[in-house]
């Protein structure tokens, strides 16, 4: 598994690295700006594949957009944020593992759908129209997520333990069974 991963992995480093100042070199510090502009288009460029992707697989698997949006490219979208909270707790960061969560998240709510939302109506003149089905209540997950950290945080004192991290787990685990079955089985959440 590990060679075949390598095979894969391999050109794409390759070209990141062909395609990448690597301003931690000795003289080449200065390009700092340009490492970080070209990392930012490459990063876009993945999203983009990964978004059509999990689209194109939806359609084919005929699962609809909201669950791929909900389950697929959350946990795509959010496995870069895990390793990066999981390495600075390792260290004894907790509070900043925390904020990445939580910083990320509240990105992604304002600037990385506001940003698309103000480009989108500029340049089709009216705003962007979606379907709420499924948003309202994922919104309230969200919102209830947020505010079930917040108390969870409080009652352990400001610790995380084990069994935090398990009831978070399992609390997603929870919301994904949740949207697998209203999106199949919508009667059944009447």
Request: with cysteine; net charge negative.
């Amino acid at each position: 598994l590990g060679h075949a991963i390598h095979l894969f992995v391999a050109p794409i480093h390759k070209v990141l690295g062909w395609t990448i100042a690597d301003c931690r070199t000795e003289g080449r510090q200065h390009m700092f700006p340009l490492t970080f502009f070209l990392s930012l288009c490459w990063i876009t460029l993945f999203t983009f594949l990964m978004v059509d992707m999990v689209q194109r697989l939806g359609l084919c698997l005929n699962v609809p957009e909201v669950a791929m949006g909900f389950v697929v490219l959350a946990i795509g979208s959010s496995i870069p944020d895990t390793l990066s909270s999981i390495i600075v707790a390792k260290q004894g960061h907790g509070e900043m593992a925390i904020c990445n969560s939580l910083g990320s998240s509240t990105f992604d709510l304002l600037i990385a759908l506001g940003i698309p939302w103000m480009l989108a109506e500029g340049v089709h003149g009216h705003p962007t129209e979606f379907e709420a089905e499924g948003l309202i209540i994922g919104m309230t997950f969200a919102f209830g997520s947020l505010l079930g950290v917040f108390c969870l945080l409080v009652a352990m004192k400001w610790t995380m333990t084990k069994k935090a991290g398990g009831c978070l787990g399992l609390c997603y685990l929870l919301f994904l069974m949740w949207v697998i079955i209203s999106l199949f089985h919508p009667e059944a959440m009447i």
